[in-house]
């Protein structure tokens, strides 16, 4: 289930301009400026759109040829270097008051094709493309998964003593505000023991990446077809992951914007809801956001209200029918405003949390019709979904910290 790697990873006092957010979580105009005056970041690889003409479509193959050479050209100058020894990594990050610790290795592809690494999403054939060109020109997996586990005891207490015990190789702050810290494991036994550990577990979550895994199971394919005699030890069977304990981790809420009523004036459209909902405008300071499950925040008409879920509007014994974002789905979203497919439809945004619920607010006046204040999902919701082989809908979880990418490299090929 987890092995150790040759990290390809940035020398020590270039980490913090190496590392870089997630690319998919902004657009490729927010990633040029993000970089303006920073030749170092990870973005040029992750997102390499941004050193081409705007006019170049993101899926063009310059675009991988370009992702390619720029993480050559970052290991020829010596920004990036590659562990001689295979490691395991700690990678720590504190948010304020909220503190996660991950184990970095690699996982194997045959656990996701067997069903012992479980997903709760599906993924769209066009953004898997685009991370499998990614990581065949890259020959890399660049970008690592965010898994968890059921939090156990044994293994906190070997990841914890090596940090009491050990200097870290990187701790930064990022411009966020989030401090990164890593430890290298080199010590074979205790990498011995971890491995072991990990081996008794029943299953590891993706908590976010699905496209990333996807496309790193279907490389490994194309791979193995190429390498008929391949014995499964090679790279290419495993890709890059972050384990997080899932009593660690951290979802804020996810949240939705929506464009026009659907042809409905303001007082059509409560009195609508309010068959599957009790509608309460708020008197209080400021917004209203939810502090319990299937209570809703709505702005709308410059007026926050409270939307609680009525008996009969969701299963409760079904575990997706009685998330938030399905009752929000099923009982406003797509019978009343028309928006069956949240994934495709330009009539809604989406809006993590770490954004704050002014930003519903800035939205809406600045033009959008309504939004949608959500109490977040929770671990132990994504877990029980997992295991039971279903699907959460689309942006259901919004995972803080986001990992950096351009830590830690895996070479499919090492």
């Known amino acids: 289930m987890l092995k150790a790697f040759k990290s390809i990873r940035p020398v020590a006092e270039l980490a913090s301009k190496v590392a870089a957010l997630p690319y998919d979580v ?31 479509d993101l899926y063009d193959l310059k675009v991988y040829e370009k992702a390619r050479d720029n993480l050559k050209d970052m290991i020829e100058k010596g920004i990036l270097v590659k562990d001689s020894k295979e490691n395991l990594y700690i990678y720590k990050q504190v948010m304020k008051d909220h503190e996660q610790i991950g184990l970095v290795g690699c996982v194997s592809v045959d656990d ?31 970008g690592p998964i965010f898994l968890t586990y059921r939090s156990k005891e044994e293994i906190n207490i070997v990841i914890q003593n090596w940090i009491d015990n050990n200097n870290p190789v990187y701790d930064f702050i990022s411009q966020d505000g989030v401090k990164h810290v890593v430890w290298v494991i080199d010590n074979n036994q205790i990498i011995k023991e971890l491995i072991n550990q990990f081996t008794t577990l029943d ?21 193995r077809e190429e390498n ?25 809420d996810y949240n939705r914007v929506v464009k026009d009523l659907n042809g409905y004036s303001c007082t ?9 909902f009790q509608v309460e405008e708020f008197k209080g300071e400021g917004y209203y956001k939810p502090d319990r499950k ?56 989406f809006i993590g949390g770490v954004r704050g619920i002014e930003e519903l607010e800035k ?10 204040a959500l109490y977040p999902s929770t671990i132990e919701d994504l877990i029980k979904i997992s295991d039971e082989d279903k699907i959460m809908p689309p942006k259901s979880t919004w995972f803080e910290p986001k990992l950096r990418s351009g830590l830690f490299i895996h070479d499919l090929d090492s």
């Not at 970041?41 to 705007?54: N, Q, T, W």
């Not at 908590?207 to 895994?213: I, K, L, N, P, Q």
């Not at 030890?233 to 981790?249: C, W």
Request: aromatic share 10%; proline share 3%.
């Open 26 to 56: 902004m657009d490729s105009e927010e990633a040029r400026k993000i970089v303006r005056g920073n030749p170092y970041s990870f973005l040029h690889v992750d997102k390499a759109e941004i050193d081409l003409d705007p006019s170049v």
């Open 112 to 142: 996701y094709i067997n069903g012992r690494i479980k997903k709760h999403e599906n993924t769209r054939k066009d953004k898997e493309k685009d991370r499998i060109n990614h990581v065949r020109y890259c020959n890399a997996n660049t």
């Open 203 to 223: 299953n590891l979550y993706i908590a976010d990446g699905h496209h990333r895994t996807a496309a790193a199971v279907e490389v490994a394919k194309i791979k």
């Open 228 to 252: 008929p005699s391949f014995t499964g030890d090679e790279e290419f069977n495993y890709f890059l992951g972050v384990l997080f304990p899932h009593d660690q981790l951290y979802i804020m």
């Open 268 to 276: 059509q459209f409560i009195e609508k809801i309010k068959e599957k």
């Open 294 to 349: 299937h209570s809703f925040g709505m702005y709308l008409d410059n007026k926050w209200y409270k939307l609680t879920a009525r008996d009969g509007s969701f299963n409760s014994d079904d575990t997706v029918d009685s998330l938030d974002v399905s009752i929000l789905q099923n009982n406003i979203l797509e019978p009343i405003l028309g928006i069956k497919d949240p994934r495709t439809d330009e009539r809604i945004d």
């Open 363 to 372: 939205r809406v006046n600045e033009g959008m019709a309504l939004a949608f």
